[in-house]
Nanobody, 119 residues
Framework: VQLQASGGGLVQAGGSLRLSCAAS????????MGWFRQAPGKGREFVAH???????HYADSVRGRFTISRDNAKNTMYLQMNNLKPEDTAVYYC??????????????WGQGTQVTVSS
């Protein structure tokens, strides 16, 4: 499966962005999907994931501020990011893989989209 992430940009602290991840394939509704991020000089970390049945799980650092969702009719996953903080600055990657999803059991990665939050 091929994944295409988009929606990153520069935003002030407290602002919002919505990331999108478009997937190829005709069985998107069976995919477990997720978002990871990588800040400069740091490893790739889990942000959120959404199962094929729309069950969700979030990292503690984003819970209550970020919302992951999916639109199976559009083969697209979203990450709504509210109340952004400078520490959210990173390259964000979408992924598909097993459930629960970790960076070492991801089957396919999308290209990253840069999110920069200014203070």
């Amino acid at each position: 499966v091929q994944l295409q992430a988009s929606g990153g940009g520069l935003v002030q602290a407290g602002g919002s962005l919505r990331l999108s991840c478009a997937a190829s394939g005709r069985t998107f509704n069976r995919y477990n999907m997720g978002w990871f991020r990588q800040a400069p000089g740091k490893g790739r970390e889990f942000v959120a994931h959404i199962a094929w049945n729309s069950a969700t799980h979030y990292a503690d650092s984003v819970r209550g501020r970020f919302t992951i969702s999916r639109d199976n009719a559009k083969n697209t996953m979203y990450l709504q990011m509210n109340n952004l903080k400078p520490e959210d600055t990173a390259v964000y990657y979408c992924a598909t893989g097993a459930w629960p999803m970790f960076s070492d059991n991801v089957a396919s990665w999308g290209q990253g989209t840069q999110v920069t939050v200014s203070s």
